[in-house]
């Protein structure tokens, strides 16, 4: 009970708990938006340590999805003060790991960022670990004193408090892995053009690692597939990034992304992880590239393979549009997924964006299939998802207060 506490206890309390509960909202609801983000994050750490060969993707997605979700939930438990005691030792369970993590991270730094906020936001090796002591202590001030500040709710409702959280984490996540994030926060997001407006500043140089090295390279001599991608150079900002596509050795980005002056929109199949196993939508992206040439609107195939690879690759696709090849760290950060859509207005900007594996065949019934094809990604599903899980909340507030007005403690039988 917090009716002898002091204030300033209270207080301490609940900025205690609203410091360490924001920052896991935020970095489990960025984390959650974009799974396969946080998986290519995780297969990061997995590659640094030489373990990449041991798990395999299914396995990594369910644990970005659980972890994400946890996180989530752990946050909005904090932030209404639900399961006072429960929700601060969950939330240092998480510390114990992250902790020592980011400790190593920022003394070795084998990697650019922790991703601990996905690509919503991206805190320095040292910055990140400083964080992670201010919310450890955080939670610990929320766990020794939980019994100064009552929480928001009635004890009976708080586990609604974790389906409420833990159905919007994994409905935002569900869509993520399937469709696209309800949210972009990459370079190449719904409006954004795909050419680097033009400026007087030196070309961007990209840091690559390989066996403890890291090197910088300039955007027309990226390395092969053995190096892995660390992170854009100092200095350059990644809003205004041009995707690097290749025909042979010879760039042609200019070229292919140079705003159309007589209006053609243009369609883009984009195969970020060319397998055996996708080559059975090849017949589905045939046909909507068929569509696409009908009704004057160019298609373009970018894969990320090069050389003899992509010929072999060509071969058994059998494409009935151009390829060209760009590296598969570009094309994961243009679209989620194994293949996508992506739609480009006659400026070369992304209009939507789409995983073609979820694509139903059946959609070229349609008198448009192309603007017919259900999107996530301007903001509107983002924002329905989260105007129903803020009601359930306050809906939850609302029975709470209810109940603490109609039931009322027994009083204790008097003595004679």
């Given at each position: 009970?917090?009716?002898?506490?002091?204030v300033?206890k209270i207080a301490?309390?609940?900025?205690?708990?609203?410091?360490?509960?924001?920052?896991?909202?935020?970095?489990?609801?960025?984390?959650?938006?974009?799974?396969r983000?946080?998986?290519?994050?995780?297969?990061?750490?997995l590659?640094?340590?030489?373990?990449?060969?041991?798990?395999?993707t299914?396995?990594?997605a369910?644990?970005?999805?659980?972890?994400?979700?946890?996180?989530?939930?752990?946050?909005?438990?904090?932030?209404?003060?639900?399961?006072?005691?429960?929700?601060?030792?969950?939330?240092?369970?998480?510390?114990?790991?992250?902790?020592p993590?980011?400790a190593?991270?920022?003394?070795?730094d084998?990697?650019?960022?922790?991703?601990c906020?996905?690509?919503l936001?991206?805190?320095?090796?040292t910055?990140?670990?400083?964080?992670?002591?201010?919310i450890?202590?955080?939670?610990?001030?929320?766990?020794?004193?939980?019994k100064?500040?009552?929480?928001?709710?009635?004890?009976g409702?708080?586990?609604?408090?974790?389906?409420?959280?833990?159905?919007?984490?994994?409905t935002?996540?569900v869509?993520?892995?399937?469709?696209?994030?309800?949210?972009?926060?990459?370079?190449?997001?719904?409006?954004h053009?795909?050419?680097?407006?033009e400026?007087?500043?030196?070309?961007?140089?990209?840091?690559?690692?390989?066996?403890g090295?890291?090197?910088?390279?300039?955007?027309d001599?990226?390395p092969?597939?053995?190096?892995t991608?660390?992170?854009?150079?100092?200095?350059?900002?990644?809003?205004?990034e041009?995707?690097?596509?290749?025909?042979?050795?010879?760039?042609?980005?200019e070229?292919?992304?140079?705003?159309?002056?007589?209006?053609t929109?243009m369609?883009?199949?984009?195969v970020?992880?060319?397998?055996?196993?996708?080559?059975?939508?090849?017949?589905?992206?045939?046909?909507?590239?068929?569509?696409?040439?009908?009704?004057?609107i160019s298609?373009?195939g970018?894969?990320a393979?090069?050389?003899?690879?992509?010929?072999?690759?060509?071969?058994?696709?059998?494409?009935?549009?151009?390829?060209?090849?760009?590296?598969?760290?570009?094309?994961?950060?243009?679209?989620?997924?194994?293949?996508?859509?992506?739609l480009?207005?006659?400026?070369?900007?992304?209009?939507?964006k789409?995983n073609?594996?979820?694509?139903?065949?059946?959609i070229?019934?349609?008198?448009?299939?192309l603007?017919?094809?259900?999107r996530?990604?301007d903001?509107?599903?983002?924002?329905?998802?989260?105007?129903?899980?803020?009601?359930?909340?306050i809906?939850?507030y609302?029975?709470s207060a209810l109940t603490?007005?109609?039931?009322?403690?027994?009083?204790?039988?008097?003595v004679?």
């Amino acid at each position: 009970m917090s009716a002898g506490a002091p204030v300033w206890k209270i207080a301490a309390v609940w900025l205690s708990r609203l410091a360490a509960g924001i920052a896991f909202v935020v970095s489990g609801w960025a984390k959650a938006v974009d799974p396969r983000g946080f998986v290519y994050k995780l297969h990061e750490y997995l590659t640094v340590w030489n373990l990449d060969g041991i798990v395999n993707t299914d396995i990594l997605a369910i644990v970005a999805v659980t972890l994400s979700a946890f996180e989530f939930v752990v946050g909005i438990l904090l932030v209404t003060g639900s399961l006072r005691r429960s929700a601060p030792v969950a939330g240092l369970l998480m510390m114990f790991v992250m902790l020592p993590l980011t400790a190593y991270i920022a003394i070795a730094d084998p990697v650019s960022d922790c991703g601990c906020f996905g690509d919503l936001i991206v805190f320095g090796n040292t910055e990140t670990f400083l964080k992670n002591i201010i919310i450890t202590a955080a939670l610990i001030m929320a766990l020794v004193w939980h019994k100064a500040a009552s929480p928001i709710y009635r004890p009976g409702l708080q586990w609604l408090v974790i389906v409420l959280a833990g159905i919007y984490a994994l409905t935002v996540s569900v869509i993520g892995w399937q469709l696209q994030p309800v949210v972009d926060f990459r370079p190449y997001g719904p409006g954004h053009a795909l050419l680097a407006e033009e400026n007087e500043s030196a070309a961007p140089g990209y840091v690559y690692s390989k066996n403890g090295e890291k090197r910088e390279f300039s955007l027309d001599e990226l390395p092969d597939s053995t190096w892995t991608f660390v992170e854009v150079a100092e200095g350059h900002n990644t809003e205004s990034e041009s995707l690097a596509v290749f025909d042979g050795d010879t760039e042609i980005t200019e070229e292919l992304f140079t705003p159309d002056e007589a209006g053609t929109p243009m369609l883009l199949i984009v195969v970020t992880e060319p397998s055996v196993d996708n080559l059975v939508r090849s017949r589905l992206a045939n046909e909507l590239a068929g569509y696409a040439s009908d009704n004057d609107i160019s298609v373009v195939g970018l894969v990320a393979l090069s050389g003899e690879a992509l010929q072999q690759w060509i071969e058994m696709a059998r494409p009935i549009y151009d390829i060209y090849s760009a590296s598969d760290t570009s094309l994961k950060q243009l679209v989620r997924g194994e293949q996508g859509l992506l739609l480009l207005d006659a400026d070369r900007r992304v209009v939507w964006k789409r995983n073609l594996a979820t694509i139903d065949p059946d959609i070229l019934e349609n008198e448009d299939p192309l603007n017919s094809i259900f999107r996530v990604d301007d903001g509107r599903v983002a924002f329905w998802l989260s105007i129903f899980f803020v009601a359930g909340l306050i809906l939850l507030y609302c029975i709470s207060a209810l109940t603490k007005i109609t039931i009322r403690p027994k009083r204790k039988k008097q003595v004679e």
